[in-house]
């Protein structure tokens, strides 16, 4: 059903949003003349639905708060101009800007641009409305994530516009879902470190000083808003992302490096540091985020056109709810500041249902600090599986009887986690959400976006040739390269996927991304020799510039290379396991 005016004005209302409607086509009154200089992160659309769009822009002025002028036209000529509205910028929101355009057609292409009072104008977009509900026509759409353009450049979005520019109107792309790591918030400098895994390194950005960031090793990181815009306006100069952004609407989901390397809910951490409170830390980068990224959530202030941060204060978390939340009121302020889960319908055949990995995580119970004792560095970050799968579920291990200790090779530990409730990565209220998307959905394909890999990571060490290793590895026992994500996350993921069987959900279906390599399966819970029930397909896309796993280890194996010993190659906790890499 197409969106009436009056419907359209509460949903605007409820978001706080500088709003067009459309009216009878006519040709562009305004005098606009394209000066990309004085527009220069481009423009951009997102989170498109059958009847309306979000808008963006960024225009820079010595001070004040300033008007532009967005058009959006059926032609790219601006001939049949269909709606015309204010768009406000002001410094509070780093002179962004984002409209909501509503009372358009599904499943058809528009035309946009803005321009300010004295007609200098921004380039032209091309966005795209999703199909109505009822549409069954196929939905073509391309999964991307993790852009380190620090380390590398954006061709690949050269070739997906080349590729897509050529295809029939039915094969063209609707929509680009971006899984997370639209940019890394760990920044190094060309002059202080010329190469990374063999990889030139960019000038990205020049961060605000101590201490207002700081730095491990060759890495700079943020701590206050204007230190994460300086970093997206870095990403935002690449030309294949502005042209990219400028094509089709985008609909994103962060990773972890929009907010902190290792961090979770509102605590920073960088690889092989120790957390630090970071709910400040977290409010700008969600801040940034909502700026430079349009997309369909509340900000604070209850509107779009500024943000409009609380006010936290950096304070140690001390207490946590039993499936580790942390309860300290600074904390819940700042992960709830902004919450981007969220799920959009195409047509007939696609419900998009986007969760949040980080900002309501528990932790990862390798981290302890006694596993160590049963961890061998030496098996590049290969941990053992039987330990990983009892850790994970904590007290429901083996049927609500889990061990008391922990074993690997001839070496013994107390099992931290027997008490303990099974991890979560989404969170309990998120999951709940995410659970009744699941079950109220009523498209073909439901699927799952999430900004990281549900297969497992499992490899079978133990029939690797003992001429080739100083320690063979026990009998009978896989190893794991990954704690921190579904892949291990054994307890939770079962209980996403027993949901899926149980209720009889069909056309299930995972895209991710962050392993930066290519995954395609079966989602199961549980691999063989275990009971084997594949309940949907899994697909893990490769990042789009950073460097995958095979890549580091092939650098750091390399006698001639440098090889910082720092972080797990396969969590992100402080425990020393292998060889510096960034997920």
Request: hydrophobic letters at 35%; charged letters at 25%; aromatic letters at 10%.
């Given at each position: 059903m197409a969106l009436?005016?009056?419907?359209?004005?509460?949903?605007?209302?409820?978001?706080?949003?500088s709003l067009a409607w459309t009216g009878t086509a006519r040709a562009s009154r305004v005098k606009w003349?394209?000066?990309?200089?004085?527009?220069?992160?481009?423009?951009?659309?997102g989170d498109p639905d059958p009847n309306s769009i979000i808008l963006w822009t960024r225009r820079p002025f010595e001070s004040g708060r300033q008007l532009l002028t967005v058009e959006v036209a059926e032609d790219v000529g601006f001939r049949r101009v269909v709606a015309q509205a204010p768009a406000p910028v002001s410094a509070a929101s780093d002179w962004t800007t984002r409209v909501l355009v509503g009372g358009l057609k599904p499943a058809r292409t528009y035309w946009y641009r803005?321009?300010?009072?004295?007609?200098?104008?921004?380039?032209?977009?091309?966005?795209?409305?999703?199909?109505?509900?009822?549409?069954?026509?196929?939905?073509?759409?391309?999964?991307?994530?993790?852009?380190?353009?620090?380390?590398?450049?954006?061709?690949?979005?050269?070739?997906?516009?080349?590729?897509?520019?050529?295809?029939?109107?039915?094969?063209?792309?609707?929509?680009?879902?971006?899984?997370?790591?639209?940019?890394?918030?760990?920044?190094?400098?060309?002059?202080?470190?010329?190469?990374?895994?063999?990889?030139?390194?960019?000038?990205?950005?020049?961060?605000?000083a101590e201490p207002d960031s700081f730095k491990v090793g060759n890495f700079h990181m943020p701590l206050t808003v204007e230190g994460y815009r300086a970093i997206y306006k870095g990403y935002l100069h690449d030309p294949d992302l502005q042209d990219a952004r400028a094509r089709w609407p985008f609909v994103c989901i962060w990773d972890n490096h929009e907010f902190s390397w290792v961090g979770r809910q509102s605590m920073v951490q960088a690889g092989g540091q120790p957390p630090r409170p970071g709910q400040t830390v977290k409010v700008a980068a969600n801040q940034a985020w909502f700026e430079y990224i349009p997309a369909r959530v509340k900000s604070p202030s209850g509107t779009l056109a500024e943000f409009g941060p609380p006010v936290v204060k950096d304070v140690e978390i001390k207490k946590w709810d039993k499936?580790?939340?942390?309860?300290?009121?600074?904390?819940?302020?700042?992960?709830?500041?902004?919450?981007?889960?969220?799920?959009?319908?195409?047509?007939?055949?696609?419900?998009?249902?986007?969760?949040?990995?980080?900002?309501?995580?528990?932790?990862?119970?390798?981290?302890?600090?006694?596993?160590?004792?049963?961890?061998?560095?030496?098996w590049a970050g290969a941990f053992p599986e039987p330990v990983m799968i009892a850790l994970d579920a904590g007290r429901t291990a083996n049927g609500g009887n889990p061990p008391a200790t922990l074993s690997f090779r001839d070496a013994t530990i107390p099992n931290p986690s027997k008490d303990s409730e099974p991890r979560t990565i989404l969170g309990v209220e998120q999951k709940a959400w995410f659970k009744d998307q699941l079950k109220r959905s009523t498209a073909t394909w439901k699927i799952w976006a999430n900004s990281l890999g549900a297969l497992d990571i499992r490899i079978d060490p133990e029939h690797i040739p003992a001429s080739m290793v100083a320690k063979s590895w026990p009998a009978n026992t896989f190893g794991i390269l990954r704690t921190d994500e579904w892949g291990a996350a054994y307890q939770e993921r079962g209980e996403i996927y027993d949901l899926v069987r149980d209720a009889k959900i069909t056309g299930f279906a995972i895209v991710s991304g962050d392993r930066h390599s290519f995954w395609a399966g079966y989602a199961a819970a549980k691999l063989p020799p275990n009971e084997y029930e594949p309940v949907g397909l899994s697909f893990v896309g490769?990042?789009?510039?950073?460097?995958?796993?095979?890549?580091?280890?092939?650098?750091?194996?390399?006698?001639?290379?440098?090889c910082a010993r720092s972080t797990s190659l396969i969590g992100r906790g402080a425990v020393t396991r292998g060889p510096i890499t960034c997920f």
């Open positions: 009436s005016r009056r419907d359209f004005m509460q949903l605007a209302a409820a978001m706080g949003a003349t394209e000066r990309r200089d004085l527009f220069p992160e481009g423009v951009a659309s803005f321009t300010d009072s004295t007609g200098n104008g921004s380039r032209v977009g091309r966005t795209i409305t999703a199909p109505a509900a009822n549409d069954p026509r196929a939905v073509n759409f391309a999964f991307v994530s993790c852009q380190d353009i620090n380390e590398g450049k954006l061709n690949g979005y050269r070739r997906m516009i080349f590729e897509d520019e050529r295809k029939p109107a039915a094969e063209q792309l609707g929509f680009v879902l971006h899984l997370g790591d639209f940019i890394y918030e760990v920044v190094q400098y060309p002059d202080e470190v010329k190469t990374r895994y063999g990889r030139a390194i960019y000038e990205v950005a020049r961060l605000p499936n580790g939340l942390g309860l300290e009121p600074n904390n819940l302020t700042a992960i709830r500041s902004l919450i981007a889960y969220r799920a959009l319908r195409y047509g007939r055949h696609l419900d998009l249902i986007i969760t949040d990995q980080y900002s309501f995580k528990g932790a990862d119970p390798s981290d302890h600090e006694d596993i160590g004792k049963i961890y061998d560095p030496a490769g990042s789009l510039v950073s460097p995958g796993r095979w890549k580091v280890l092939r650098t750091a194996s390399r006698k001639t290379a440098p």
